[in-house]
């Protein structure tokens, strides 16, 4: 019987790994020939590994190549901070998002952009950590008190603080008439119109949080079993935690400072990949790292044609597919089986 599901299981996972891969192969390509000039599928793949210094090589080395790596990278990452925050407060609706992580970073970009209007791309990342980490705080103390985290708890807390620093954006913005239509498109989560630069800056701090994830992948899977099991075990509760909350931090921060505050894709996936092939960290991490580059590089494309042949921010995408999964999470009590 164990041997049955073992291969049951190894078979759920390499399926779901292929597919995987297959997926991201056509969003990728998909990203690379639509939009308002359309270039042919075999010019796209030509135009990888030949240079011929034509119009469509140039549209797609330019602009809209580092667009799909920055949507593939800000998936992945956000899948991520998802996966990890779900394990670290063994709760299945915890997620950037929900955790006010967003918010708080969008908060301090906004600021960033507003009080310092000169300030270099590359330097509004710590403004996001610095924000993404105030908000963090701030819903897990609001969740936590009174009883212990619930799912439902964690869900009041997550709006209300999320609604809050809404607000105080909107009055940011409001005050600050400048460039304020880029910014209300940023705030709705958009990659159009990144660059190679931008990819300069995600893929260092991307490389590094998923690397430390897979290094605290091991003990993610034992503190998702609950802290007495992970403390019989000999786990350091506090340093997994301080350390993943980092991770969180860096992985969620870069996105927002890049991207905006692009949701649900930390709250949808980590639990799609667990249904799919168990909790097992060292697993969910990187399935869930190429599930989330999926579904943002597909919601990329799909959002070209809200307004085509204008372009609308991915986060009304993702909003559409992760607002009626989060109520279906939500009135099961955060459990998704």
Known sequence: MMKSETSIHKWKLTVTIIVGFLLLFISFVASL????YSIDF????????????SKDEAIIETIRLPRAVVGMLIGASLA?????????????????????VNAGASLMVVIGVVLFPDLAPNTLVYFAFIGAALGGVIVYYMASTGGGMTPVKLALAGITVHLFLSSLIEGVVLFNETSTE???FWLAGGI?????????ILLPWTLGGVVLALLLSKSLTILSLGDDVARGLGQNIGLIRGTSAVIVIVLAGVSVAIAGPIGFIGLMIPNIVRTLIGSDYRIVIPVSALLGAVLLTISDVLSRFIAFPAESPVGIVTALIGAPFFLYLARKGGRTT
């Open 80 to 100: 991520i901070a998802g996966a990890i925050m779900q394990s670290i407060t063994n709760n299945p609706l915890a997620s950037p998002q929900i955790f006010g």
């Open 42 to 53: 075999s010019k796209v793949l030509s135009s990888l590994f030949v240079q011929d210094g």
């Open 192 to 200: 159009d119109g990144r660059n190679f630069g931008d990819v300069q």
């Open 33 to 36: 020939s639509i939009g308002a």
């Open 182 to 184: 880029d910014v209300l």
